[in-house]
């Protein structure tokens, strides 16, 4: 990829298509460069003026000096592909193209969009679009979009980068950072991407001091593991990359196809691989917003629970609820915090993590840092959220200063978040502007700041580092579709747990393998063609002696003859029949996008009806794949539900463990089905009824 610093940071400017009409797209540019005080060349160009606003006016791309840094295309789709091929030829080193009707247009736009790619790469030029709003560097003052942008410049603050393939959401995204008094070093739009992704803009970000927190709207990465091996390099710097991805919807991947000209991928893969490199993955703009918030304005969320002070019984409740309904941990609080509390507050206030503080602060305001200052030392807090009611001014003038002044006292190493509970209230914006001076966000409702702060608490709780992946090759791996019978010969060596049994091309070697393994047994035909044996009668149970052998092996061939006519079965597999268990599932893939995953959950109706399943990364440790188990739904039924005994979870893991290894050691495997795997009592073990492996060729 060529240096991004021409497109980003240019020293001087062209814009195609520049127009004294007020409203015009090349107007915009031009008046955005001039209002961010860009101190570059701006060279214009239309054929029919000679100035445009005082300045002299290019009747050509011709007529462009060698080597301008970018040139914006402000004119219509069908002339941009003439323009890009003469702004090579002038050595210009980056090209933003607003027009849209390429890739996500049809074919002949597709054509269009590869054509200005092989154009750039063969003149090292930079594209950002097309189809996107173009770019503003707060940092140096330039403005290359032709939407009316403040010019803010972001100073010695530390910034929000945007980077996002949808241009309207880069703004929108844009103006609530700055409702938020936030500052921003980069905002990109990528658009289709023709020539340049979001890849290649966080990696330059990563690097840059200005940037603290990359914002991010997605709807397609194109290098996912370019973009995870970026996403790690940002946490190790100590930043933080907060995503925005839609497409958990088969309408929204529906809808990002005709949007960007993207296929969309699979989101849940997606979330596995993204969380797991250290990115913070939200749910809505809103969420995106709130999270960015306190990633740049407070201090670090570390590993811990939450600790909420308020003023209302009723506000107690609800906050328990909803923690409760999102997952945030609402420890009690310590002996030794409670016997400070205790001294600090009146008796006739409890103790408690939510704890109601009453209306006693109207009359004793100091109680704000009285309380603080011992829930704030307390190491089981990671952050402190105050719900406070508002109500008006002369109620705002007796809580904000002490709030505030509490906090600046106190200087606490942890987050402190305030929440408004009356949205609308009207007191003097100046006590906002207060909070956040001292790093406390300020959010409009309670539900916002505890599901932001939820994103990054999760955050903090993850495991990052990979656990001891010894990868396993599996020798003699056929291509395509690899049979149970022969997927268990490979699997069964390196570790996964089969029922007893063995393969039998002919009815007397059947009865071989059953002598060896006793009866009962069931018979199970074997095809690569063959991947729903039940649909074709190909599975007979409780077989009871040979002479029932020999009657099932005939059964079993009729069935599937029936069936499928002229298929050709391998043989059958012979295995003891087991005893009954729970049901689970266990699966593995390797997407050649994102890489290796592991997929766990419960089988049967749970699998189908409640989606009861877990995607996750191939090296975890033993201990996060547990804790992964007993996060499912039906979680409990692991640790004995209404006097079952607990089940072997440890047995499971193990399972888990070895997969992610023989993924790690062979990339031909495409995919692995264990399904059903059954779960025994404590001890006993697992083992895997059925397996089936997709492999490359």
Same mark, same amino acid.
């Given at each position: 990829?060529p ?19 007020? %409203? ?24 029919k ?6 300045? /002299? ?22 002339? &941009?592909?003439?323009?890009?091929r ?9 090209? =933003?193209?607003?027009?849209?009707g ?18 750039? !790469? ?33 100073g010695?603050?530390?910034g929000?980068?945007? =980077?996002?393939?949808s ?15 936030? %500052?921003?070093?980069?905002s ?23 940037t @603290?927190?990359?914002?991010?709207? =997605? ?6 593991e ?22 958990k ?9 005709t ?21 913070v ?32 019984g $009723?506000?107690? $409740?609800?906050?328990?609820?909803l ?50 200052? /011992?829930?704030?030392a ?30 600046? @006292? ?22 906002? *502007? ?9 959010f ?7 599901? *932001? ?24 791996? /056929?291509s ?5 019978y022969?997927?268990k @010969? ?12 063995g ?8 009865? *071989?393998v059953?002598?060896? #393994? ?6 199970k035909?074997q ?26 092996w ?5 069935n599937?003859?029936?069936? !499928?006519?002229?298929l ?48 996750? /990364? ?8 547990? !804790? ?11 640790? %004995? ?7 072997? #979870? ?5 399972? &888990? &463990? ?14 692995i ?10 001890? @006993? ?5 059925? !397996?089936?492996?997709?492999?490359? %060729?």
């Open positions: 990829m240096d991004l610093t021409r497109l980003l940071s240019p020293r001087s400017v062209a814009i195609v298509g520049a127009s004294p009409t007020p %409203g015009a797209l090349g107007n915009s540019v031009l008046r955005n460069l001039e209002r961010h005080g860009f101190s570059g060349a701006i060279h214009l160009i239309n054929p003026r000679d100035t445009i606003e005082g300045r /002299p006016c290019l009747k050509s791309i011709a007529e462009l000096p060698e080597g301008v840094d970018a040139a914006v295309l402000a004119i219509p789709g069908p002339a &941009v592909l003439g323009a890009v003469e702004l090579a030829a002038r050595g210009v080193g980056a090209v =933003v193209i607003f027009s849209a390429f890739a996500e247009g049809g074919d002949e736009g597709l054509a269009a969009q590869a054509e200005v790619a092989r154009i750039a !790469a063969a003149h090292d030029m930079v594209i950002e679009g097309p189809n996107c709003l173009g770019l503003v560097n707060y940092i140096d003052g330039v403005a290359l979009t032709f939407v009316e942008t403040p010019a803010l410049r972001l010695d603050r530390p929000v980068g945007i =980077v996002s393939q241009g309207a959401m880069a703004v929108v995204l844009g103006t609530t950072l700055m409702a938020k008094d936030l %500052g921003i070093s980069i990109v739009s990528t658009g289709n991407e023709a020539a340049s992704g979001v890849e290649d803009y966080v990696e330059y970000l990563v690097d840059t001091p200005h @603290q927190v990359i914002g991010m709207i =997605v709807e397609q990465f194109r290098q996912p370019r973009f995870l091996a970026v996403a790690r390099r940002m946490r190790a710097a100590g930043k933080t990359i907060v995503l925005l991805h839609p497409g919807s088969a309408a929204a991947r529906e809808s990002a196809a949007h960007t000209g993207a296929m969309a991928g699979d989101w849940q893969l997606m979330k596995t691989k993204v969380e797991r490199a250290g990115v993955l939200v749910d809505s703009l809103e969420e995106l917003g709130d999270v960015i918030d306190i990633a740049l304005r407070a201090r670090p969320v570390g590993k811990g629970g939450t600790a909420v002070l308020t003023e209302s $009723a506000f107690k $409740a609800l906050t328990l609820d923690a409760e309904t999102i997952g945030l941990d609402l420890p009690p609080v310590g002996a030794d915090t409670e016997a400070e509390l205790r001294v600090a507050m009146p008796d006739f206030i409890p103790v408690s993590n939510p704890m109601d503080l009453t209306a006693q602060a109207l009359v004793d305001p100091d109680l704000y840092r009285r309380t603080l200052q /011992p829930i704030l307390d190491r089981s807090f990671a952050a402190v959220v105050l719900g406070i009611i508002q109500t008006d001014e002369a109620t705002a003038a007796r809580k904000f200063p002490y709030i505030i002044d509490a906090v600046r @006292q106190i200087a606490p190493d942890k987050p402190v978040l305030f929440a408004g509970l009356d949205d609308g209230a009207v007191f003097s914006p100046d006590y906002i *502007a207060g909070l956040r001076a001292i790093g406390v966000p300020y409009p409702s309670a539900d916002r700041a505890f599901r *932001a702060l939820r994103h990054l608490s999760r955050l903090a709780e993850r495991e990052f580092d990979s656990a001891d992946v010894a990868p396993i090759a599996l020798d003699g791996l /056929p395509g579709v690899v049979p149970e022969r997927a @010969q490979l699997l069964g060596p390196v570790g996964i747990p089969f029922p007893a049994g393969f039998a091309a002919t009815a007397e070697e059947a009865k *071989a059953a002598a060896r #393994i006793g009866y009962p047994v069931v018979l035909a095809a690569s063609a063959l991947s729903h044996k039940s649909d074709a009668g190909g599975v007979l149970l409780n077989i009871a002696d040979d002479a029932a052998l020999a009657d099932a005939t059964k079993l061939y009729a599937v003859e029936a069936y !499928a006519p002229g050709a079965l391998d043989g059958a597999l012979i295995e003891s029949m087991g005893a009954r268990g729970t049901e689970l599932i266990i699966g593995a893939k390797n997407d050649p996008e994102w890489g290796p995953v592991i997929l766990v959950g419960f089988g049967g109706v749970q699998a189908e009806l409640l989606q009861d399943v877990r995607l996750l /990364p191939h090296d975890l440790s033993r201990a996060a794949i547990i !804790a992964a188990l007993r996060s499912l739904k039906s979680a409990a039924i692991l640790d %004995g539900f209404r006097g079952a005994p607990a089940l072997d #979870i440890e047995a499971v893991a193990d399972i &888990v &463990v070895t997969l992610g290894c023989v993924l790690a050691g062979t990339p031909a495997i495409r995919e089905d264990l399904n059903p795997v059954l779960i025994y009592p404590e001890g @006993q073990g697992a083992v895997a009824l059925d !397996a089936l492996i997709l492999a490359d %060729g």
